[in-house]
């Protein structure tokens, strides 16, 4: 309704009804206003909370598992000769190992042949070891070529573990077929028999025999490996070795022979090291510890103040004051504190975790080691089962982050006093334009009464102007 006003009476009209408007309604906007800053920082700040109380809930569901504490490990003190694995039914112990010689493969050599083409269809039988009742026969296509040779054998072997290749001889212009398999073992040997039909037979191999120059062979015979466990001689036909301690797997990867500058082989056995999985159950102490912290300093910056400077206001965090976070650090603080009965760990600080100053824990890791080595069922008893440390801890917390939790909840609420705040400012809206309509409507009619009684004056003005002997004051 603002258009053009105030002709008559020559206010700003609009100017006007507007301030007059604003003193109505501002201060209802304004605490519109804050209220909504408010709410909405208030459910980002609990949002925020239950984010950190959730990682801190799945950290300590991880290290709630008693199978964490059942774990094994097996430590080699020379990775490079060879590791290890351990089930959690190992018994732990010390061993000491040498490593004297590595399973290997057969890998044999054919005669060698120049420009090869099978002068007829035929067959090359490969077998592994002198009794293989799986030995492959490879069918060979008349004319095929040595490559061709080799395709076809490697698609039929490698199920097998074999595969072929060709080794060419620049000097002779020859070739030969070279056969390698991944089976491991003694008298895993590599033999092949040629049918004569096509002149396969060149390709025969006696797996047994030495390679020669140009002629079939062994280039390298299979072999079990060679090891020692405490000075007892053992053999393996593979270099993964299951249960020679039981429930414990070795893994060679090389020997732990050296050889001297004078020429001497000199055995240098490692030790490998079968126990609980102190190192695993510290790595998850640790992420408690962490996962606390972050906790403790989210908490912290959501209902602290902190001055920014002089003349500043101070930055406040969302739930300052806020009873939910009070009561909810105290119970878990209170749980940290508790002693739990166990005998040799009655609380944190028997694991080397204690409280620092600003409410966070910090882990003495020497200390903790030795408690681990000494008290390690104890530990386990302490944090983990029904009535561990983290079964306590996650009772606490669980009512403010579940499904319908305190959190969830005052998010809730918070989000409908949002609406509510939409609405009312709706509301306002509708009566600001009411408001302004009515004055509007008042001033509009004050204007065309003082147009009309200016109107008037200046008719009068002119009429008395035009009677005999008048003078008006401000003419000359």
Sequence with gaps: MSGITGIGSGLDINSIVKAMVDAETAPKAAQLNRLEKA?????????????????????????????????????????????ASASKTALSGSYSVAVQQLA?????????????????????????????????????ENGASLVEIR??????????????????????????????????????????????????????????????????????????????????????????????????????????????????VQSKPLTVTVGQDNSGVKSQLQKFVDSYNELIK???????????????????????????????LSGMRNELTKSSGVEGVGMLVDLGITTQKDGTLKIDDEKLGKALESNFDAIAQFVAGDNGLMTRMDKRISGYVETGGVLEQRIKGLTTTTSTIDTQREALIRRTGQIEARLFKQFNAMDALVGQLNATGDSIAQSLENLPGFVRKDKK
């Design 104 to 140: 290997s493969g057969s890998k044999v050599a054919t005669d060698a042949v120049s420009n090869f083409s099978a002068t007829g269809a035929g067959t090359l039988t490969v077998s592994l070891g002198a009794n293989d009742d799986n030995a492959v026969t490879v069918d060979i």
């Design 298 to 328: 989210v908490s912290s910056e959501l209902t602290g103040v902190t001055k920014v400077g002089d003349g500043k206001p101070p930055v406040v965090g969302g739930l300052v004051g806020d009873a939910t976070v009070r009561t909810l």
């Design 39 to 83: 709410t909405t920082t208030k459910i980002s700040a609990l949002g925020s909370l239950k984010g950190a109380l959730s990682n801190f809930q799945t950290t300590m569901k991880d290290l709630n598992k008693m199978s964490l504490f059942e774990n094994r490990t097996a430590v080699s003190s020379n990775t490079s000769a060879l590791t």
């Design 151 to 264: 395709d076809a054998l490697n698609e039929q072997l490698k199920d097998k573990g074999i595969s072929a290749n060709i080794v060419n001889n620049p000097s002779t212009n020859t070739s030969q077929l070279v056969f390698t398999s991944t089976e491991t073992g003694f008298g895993k040997d590599i033999s092949v028999v040629g049918s004569s039909n096509g002149g396969l037979d060149a390709f025969n191999i006696n797996g047994a025999s030495k390679a020669g120059d140009g002629t079939a062979g062994y280039l390298e015979q299979a072999a079990n490996a060679k090891f020692t466990i405490d000075g007892l001689m053992l053999e393996s036909a593979s270099n993964t070795i299951d249960n020679a301690i039981p429930d414990v797997t070795f893994t060679l990867k090389n020997t732990t022979e050296v050889t001297s500058s004078n020429g001497d």
